[in-house]
């Protein structure tokens, strides 16, 4: 059996923080403790000076998407190494079928796009983008399957939007299953005002995409949520919270009983609508939804984090390219012609701009960065909203989320003395530009390890393509 000894490091999980040695045997974490005796043929790893953490929970990111008339940009070739590359050992996927899609055939064609490709593991939250007796059928047999959580869309009217009645019904049928339903909240029908308002005035550029999608816009979303599942008693965990007003309404519901979990997202944190407003469809790099806000909304969504408000931070990566598939919706055809899309001509605003910013890799050193180096979050808290709450959530805890004998040895030896920038030029993400482009950080994974085997050793990919797993869970939201 393979042995794996990483010496003198400091090990941080969402509890403690303390020096020793960690044991490896085979895939899992077989001691924890001060000075541990080599095995015979066991490789050592010197953690002196370096942090070990528990690998980080991804619990919201899309590689597979069909969205928006294109495909989201990355496979689980290059998603999961960029993944690894920046400290992330599990990926929890958006699978998002079509409203007319089978949804047992869209959760196979979401696993075939993983299996025996990504390096490393991964699970889905099951997209309901229809609800009705032939679907909820499919759901049951998905949850089966080891699917324990759910994922509707209050918004993208006409895409992947539900409405009232299915929203009702998928929290019945969560509550019955024990399921957690995932929700992006805003109210559809009032995006699709306020863009039809704004384009009708001749605001069509990128900088539009946020005053489209204001902030009680997203909160009358979040609300809305916090009624059914009110009503319902089904648990519920809001994905890519991006303000204080969203924020704020969960909470109160939470106050109230609602069985409700908040997440939010990396570019919430390090960037804000000024990105967004960039002159010549620049701005289009940072269009994603709810859009990126106010610069401040950041200080409270780091309060959140640090006082346990808000639970996770994950990425929503959504990865497109700048030059054809966000140019999709460029106002100007003239300035637009490498587009590869059928949906632009005469006419194109910000509202086909394809939402999303390619985010998986660099959301553990940002938060590292400008949380824990910054003074807004402690080390624990870092574990915490990056891996072990998501684990728990989600129902992968203790073999994810934890560095303890049993647990999964999916480590990352972290280098708090590394100093580089973010760039399109060294980044693992299939996209033609960097949303974090010339960021600076302070800190990287030197080593990581899936399942006992290193995957990243001083920053490059070594992993080995098609090791990742289909993690299969159980309901755990009674
Ligand atoms: O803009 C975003 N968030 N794109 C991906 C789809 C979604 O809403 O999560
Ligand atoms: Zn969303
Ligand atoms: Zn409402
Ligand atoms: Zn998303």
Redesign the pocket.
């Known amino acids: 059996m393979k042995r794996l000894l990483i010496k003198n490091g400091t090990v941080v999980t969402a509890e403690r923080e303390f020096n020793a040695d960690v044991l490896c045997e085979g895939e899992t974490i077989a001691a924890v403790g001060e000075k541990l005796d080599t095995p015979e043929g066991a490789e050592v790893i010197d953690a002196t000076g370096k942090y070990v953490f528990p690998g980080f929970i991804d619990p919201?990111v899309?590689i597979y998407?069909p969205?928006m008339g294109t495909y989201a940009k990355d496979t689980y070739a290059t998603a999961s190494r960029a993944a690894l590359v920046g400290g992330t050992t599990t990926l929890i996927e958006?699978c998002c079928p079509g409203c007319d899609d089978d949804p047992l055939e869209a959760f196979e064609l979401w696993k075939s796009k993983a299996e025996g490709i990504s390096a490393c593991d991964y699970t889905f939250h099951m997209g309901v983008t229809r609800f009705d007796a032939e679907a909820a059928e499919k759901l049951k047999q998905i949850v089966e399957a080891g699917v324990a959580s759910f994922k509707v869309?209050l918004?993208?009217k006409g895409a992947f939007g539900i409405n009232d009645e299915e929203l009702y019904e998928t929290l019945k049928l969560a509550k019955e299953l024990g399921v957690i339903v995932t929700a992006?909240c805003e109210n559809a029908e009032l995006v699709a005002k306020l863009q039809a308002q704004l384009v009708s005035e001749g605001k069509t550029g990128p900088e539009w995409h946020e005053p489209s999608r204001p902030v009680r816009v997203e909160a009358e979303g979040c609300h809305h949520l916090m009624t059914f599942a009110e009503q319902t008693g089904a648990h519920v965990y809001v994905?890519?919270t991006s303000c204080k007003d969203a924020v704020d309404v969960i909470a109160d519901a939470k106050g109230r009983g609602v069985q409700a979990w908040i997440e939010t997202v990396i570019p919430y944190l390090v960037l804000d609508k000024s990105y967004a407003e960039r002159p010549d469809f620049e701005g289009a790099k940072w269009?994603?939804?709810?859009p990126i806000r106010d610069k401040a909304h950041q200080p409270v969504l780091w309060q959140g984090l640090a006082e346990g408000t808000i639970d996770t931070v994950g990425t929503?990566h959504?990865p497109f390219d700048f030059k054809t598939q966000k140019h999709m919706g460029h106002p100007d055809p003239a300035k637009a012609l490498n587009a590869d899309f059928s949906l632009r001509g005469e006419g194109a605003n910000f509202t086909l701009i394809p939402?999303?910013?390619p985010s998986v890799e660099e959301r553990v050193n940002l938060l590292y960065t400008y949380g824990v180096k910054a003074g807004k979050i402690d080390l624990r808290t870092l574990v915490k909203v990056a891996s072990t709450q998501a684990a728990k959530i989600f129902g992968l805890y203790p073999r994810k989320g934890e560095i303890a004998p049993g647990s999964d040895a999916d480590l990352v030896i972290y280098d708090p003395d590394y100093r580089g920038k973010i760039s399109v030029e060294t980044q693992q993400m299939d996209t033609d530009y960097s949303g974090f482009e010339g960021v600076q950080i302070e800190g990287r994974p030197s080593v990581v390890t899936v399942r006992g085997e290193v995957a990243v050793r001083d920053g490059e990919f070594v992993g080995t393509m098609g090791r990742g797993q289909f993690l299969a869970r159980r309901p755990t939201h009674f």
């Open positions: 919201h899309h998407l969205f958006m869309f918004a993208y992006h994905v890519h269009v994603m939804s709810p929503d959504a939402n999303g910013i």
